[in-house]
C-alpha cells in the first residue's frame, strides 16, 4: 500500500514568511511523529500526536512552531516568521497499533529559508 | 534527558571485511534502542530493535547496559550495506518518540 506521503517535497520561503508543511500518514495508523534534521544533525523530535490524545509537544523548539492533526489523519506543521536556522529536512512517521515500535517515514520537506 | 552518541560519520570498508558502526547512550532508565537505515535515494527505515534479538541482512547489535553501547555488526560486508545508519533510543513511557545519534555513512568499497 501507499507509503506516508508529504508535502512539498522541497520550499523554498523568504526569512519572515510562513510556511505550512503536509504529512499524510499510512490509512489506519494511530501514532504520527513530526522530527527535523538540521545540516549535520541527527533527526530530532518535533512533535508526537496519539489518537485523540493532547499531542506531546516537548521537542517544538518555539512558540513559531505548531502541528495540528485532522481527523486523526493529516497533519500540518506550521512555521511562522521562518528564521534561517529553521532550514532542514522536516520528516514525518507513522506507526501502526500493535507495532508502536516500528515507526514509518516519509520522504520529508526539505525547507531552505533565505 | 536521553542522548545517543555515534562517534563515526563516515565508515570505508571493503567488501568481505567485518563491520562495527559504534553507537553509545546515556539514560538512566530502561531504553529501547533501534538502528534505522538510510539507503541512497529511500526513505529511513527501520534496521533492527534489540528486544527482538534478531539478524536482519546479516546485522546483529547487542545491547550493553553496563558499557551503554549498542553497536551494529555484520562479519562479512557487501556492497549492498551502502548507506546511513542510524542508531535510536526510545524511552520508558516515552510514547515512542525517538532520540536519534547523528548517524554513520557506511561506504563499502570493491
Redesign the interface.
Known sequence: GA??SQSPSNKVTEKGKDVELRCDPISGHT?L?W?RQSL??????LI?F?GNSAP?KS?LPSDRFSAERTGGSVSTLTIQRTQQEDSAVY?C?S?SRGT????????GTRLTVT | AQRVTQPEKLLSVFKGAPVELKCNYSYSGSPELFWYVQYSRQRLQLLLRHISRESIKGFTADLNKGETSFHLKKPFAQEEDSAMYYCALSAAGGGNKLTFGTGTQLKVEL
Open positions: 507509503g506516508v501514532a511523529y522530527y549535520g544533525q541527527g533527526l530530532e523530535f508526537y496519539q506531546d521537542g520528516l512517521a506507526t508502536e515500535y516500528e515507526q514509518y517515514f516519509g520522504p
